[in-house]
């Protein structure tokens, strides 16, 4: 599949980071739009609105978009079962799939 095409299998579905001391809930808009909970088991989050886009259909670019560029990048976007990984800015990451 295609970033592109993952990210559209997603839309609707709570993204959980599977992390011992990060929080990091994602959850994606058909609009160009993520909704984010970010922060720190047993500490401070914040629930930002990010911008987000597929650049040539392999990579998802999180954050700002413009000259100084996106915050994070995923790419090899892969789902099994209920589960997401990406490389987040070039480090393994996985998320629960949590669909309601």
Same mark, same amino acid.
């Given at each position: 599949?295609?970033?592109?095409? &993952?990210?559209?299998? *997603?839309?609707?579905? %709570?993204?959980?980071?599977?992390?011992?001391?990060?929080? /990091?809930?994602?959850?994606? $808009?058909?609009?160009?739009?993520?909704?984010?909970?970010?922060?720190?088991?047993?500490?401070? &989050?914040?629930?930002? *609105?990010?911008?987000? %886009?597929?650049?040539?259909?392999?990579?998802?670019?999180? /954050?700002?978009?413009?000259? $100084?560029?996106?915050?994070?990048?995923?790419?090899?976007?892969?789902?099994?079962?209920?589960?997401?990984?990406?490389?987040?800015?070039?480090?393994?990451?996985?998320?629960?799939?949590?669909?309601?």
């Amino acid at each position: 599949m295609t970033a592109a095409e &993952v990210i559209e299998s *997603l839309i609707g579905a %709570r993204l959980e980071l599977q992390d011992d001391l990060q929080v /990091g809930q994602y959850w994606f $808009g058909r609009h160009g739009y993520v909704a984010a909970t970010l922060g720190v088991k047993n500490g401070g &989050v914040c629930a930002p *609105l990010f911008e987000y %886009r597929i650049k040539d259909n392999e990579t998802v670019e999180i /954050g700002p978009i413009g000259p $100084g560029g996106p915050m994070w990048q995923w790419e090899q976007l892969q789902i099994n079962g209920d589960i997401l990984t990406v490389l987040f800015n070039g480090k393994p990451r996985s998320f629960e799939i949590i669909r309601h």
